[in-house]
């Protein structure tokens, strides 16, 4: 359901009592990050960063990466995270720093109603149906490509449209992400 940001914040608070977790899967560039602090400053949710996540050089075999969705370490994200995501409880992990390639500080997500996933990977279905709410940001190819040039430069754009791109589109197609979200915010 194509939907702007005021029409999913009435759809989050429209929720039932009880704990729930929103994930904000969707194309790099597309505003999961800039959408998942607006809803925090609104819910008081705390977020957790799928970057965060990223696979370990040791596990970036040639198989796993051939994988959709492999190059996010999901069973880090399965037992650090999940367990904790409807407990009504704070709990930590350890952020994946990509300037020294390992864990690196922790991270606390505070006890709130709501709880928000957010990057590309929050959806994959080895994570299974954690969420309460699906939600797919998308962006046209153009507006994507300057924001990435903005924000990273133009070097790494070029890294972004031979590498990032490509194997965020072979996951979105291979598991139906934007087809099977609650949600479209474009």
């Known amino acids: 359901m194509m939907m702007n940001e005021m029409q999913l914040i009435e759809k989050i608070?429209?929720?039932?009592a009880g704990n729930h977790v929103i994930a904000i899967d969707g194309r790099c560039a597309a505003g999961k990050s800039t959408l998942a602090r607006k809803l925090s400053a609104l819910t008081g949710a705390g977020i957790i960063h799928m970057d965060d996540f990223y696979l370990?050089?040791?596990?970036r075999t040639v198989d796993r990466l051939a994988e959709p969705g492999g190059n996010v370490y999901y069973e880090r994200f399965l037992e650090e995270v999940i367990p904790f995501l409807k407990q009504n409880r704070p709990f930590s992990y350890r952020r994946f720093e990509c300037s020294?390639?390992?864990l690196g500080e922790v991270c606390q997500v505070p006890t709130s109603r709501?709880?928000?996933?957010e990057g590309a990977y929050s959806c994959h279905p080895k994570l299974g149906d954690y969420m309460s709410l699906r939600v797919f940001a998308d962006v046209e190819q153009e507006m994507q490509l300057e924001r990435i040039r903005s924000r990273n430069g133009e070097q790494k754009l070029q890294q972004f449209i031979e590498k990032w791109i490509p194997m965020e589109e072979a996951y979105f197609a291979a598991y139906q992400i934007q087809e099977k979200s609650d949600i479209i915010l474009k």
């Open 114 to 117: 709501f709880t928000i996933v």
């Open 56 to 59: 370990p050089m040791e596990m």
């Open 100 to 102: 020294i390639m390992d």
């Open 13 to 16: 608070n429209a929720l039932p």
